[in-house]
């Protein structure tokens, strides 16, 4: 059985690097766990910190603000 975690951001950098280093410790198989992070056009330069510190975990950056819900769709659907 395949899992899936999403995480939304929006502008807070340091909150979601919390999040995912929390998540990526308790990885015992990377082929059972899939972690998508859906970025809503953050200016915090979230998407830059998330892509050097974890390029594991696969980023989607929407090009502005769609709300949680939609962003969780969005991660969803992939």
Same mark, same amino acid.
């Given at each position: 059985?395949? !899992? ?6 929006? @502008?807070?950098?340091?909150?979601v690097l919390e ?9 015992? @198989? +990377? /082929? +059972? ?5 859906? /970025? @809503?056009?953050?200016?915090?330069n979230s998407t830059?910190?998330?892509? +050097?510190? !974890?390029?594991? !975990?696969?980023?989607?950056?929407? @090009? &502005?603000?769609? *709300?949680?819900? &939609?962003?969780?769709?969005? *991660?969803? &659907?992939?």
């Amino acid at each position: 059985m395949k !899992f899936a975690i999403i995480v939304v951001n929006f @502008n807070t950098s340091a909150a979601v690097l919390e999040c995912l280093s929390s998540i990526n410790t308790l990885i015992l @198989n +990377e /082929d +059972e766990l899939s972690v998508y992070v859906v /970025d @809503n056009a953050s200016t915090d330069n979230s998407t830059a910190k998330i892509s +050097e510190h !974890f390029p594991q !975990f696969t980023l989607i950056e929407n @090009n &502005k603000n769609l *709300g949680l819900a &939609k962003s969780l769709i969005i *991660g969803i &659907k992939k």
